[in-house]
T-cell receptor, first 110, second 114 residues
Framework: SQQGEEDPQALSIQEGENATMNCSYK?????LQWYRQNSGRGLVHLIL?????REKHSGRLRVTLDTSKKSSSLLITASRAADTASYFC??????????FGTGTSLTVIP | NAGVMQNPRHLVRRRGQEARLRCSPM?????VYWYRQLPEEGLKFMVY????????ESGMPKERFSAEFPKEGPSILRIQQVVRGDSAAYFC????????????FGNGTRLTVT
């Protein structure tokens, strides 16, 4: 399966701390994306990193990509209670379809 | 600019009935994707369509499931003779032409089979 795997499955931190979650995938990619899902809602796109990029920033988000290890990480700095959600990585397939990982459930405690 | 619209939000069907899930992509988007999500799990890719064309249906069960995206109107995911195992949230996403663009998701249809 091309589906990615996020690690850890669940993460609980105090407000203000940083949260790091990882994604591993199996096949070569053109780009990797991170999404967020609040309970009962659809996914929202956070950030896209291309295969020739190693790091990308967007506000409090920092994404890294290591294509040699087929892995990516998402760092959320100075977390807030509103960051509580599930986070998924998605990789693109050969026909521009997208495969999602199993997700990391993040709980930020106020 | 309206986002991806899915309806109904909730759908209850008895075993053996048919379920029709609708998805209207964002304006200007010609690519539609359907995903299934079971509680506490990730999204499973089902099918990827462009207007009047199925690009990849490798994630669709071989029987009872079908999808279409006609020239006019919404994309439809159809499940015939539903069984309890079909109970899940079904999400639709769309993207503009060209590929490799972020997906825009609807809020899903929650199907319950009784």
């Amino acid at each position: 399966s091309q589906q990615g795997e996020e690690d850890p499955q669940a993460l609980s931190i105090q407000e203000g701390e940083n949260a790091t979650m990882n994604c591993s995938y199996k096949t070569s990619i053109n780009n990797l994306q991170w999404y967020r899902q609040n309970s009962g809602r659809g996914l929202v796109h956070l950030i896209l990193i291309r295969s020739n990029e190693r790091e990308k920033h967007s506000g409090r988000l920092r994404v890294t990509l290591d294509t040699s290890k087929k892995s990516s990480s998402l760092l959320i700095t100075a977390s807030r209670a509103a960051d509580t959600a599930s986070y998924f990585c998605a990789t693109d397939g050969s026909r521009n379809q997208f495969y999602f990982g199993t997700g990391t459930s993040l709980t930020v405690i106020p | 600019n309206a986002g991806v619209m899915q309806n109904p939000r909730h759908l209850v069907r008895r075993r053996g009935q048919e379920a029709r899930l609708r998805c209207s992509p964002m304006k200007g988007h010609s690519h539609v994707y359907w995903y299934r999500q079971l509680p506490e799990e990730g999204l499973k890719f089902m099918v990827y369509l462009q207007k009047e064309n199925i690009i990849d249906e490798s994630g669709m069960p071989k029987e009872r499931f079908s999808a279409e995206f006609p020239k006019e109107g919404p994309s439809i995911l159809r499940i015939q003779q539903v069984v309890r195992g079909d109970s899940a949230a079904y999400f639709c996403a769309s993207s503009p032409p060209g590929g490799h663009s972020p997906l825009h998701f609807g809020n899903g249809t929650r199907l319950t089979v009784t």
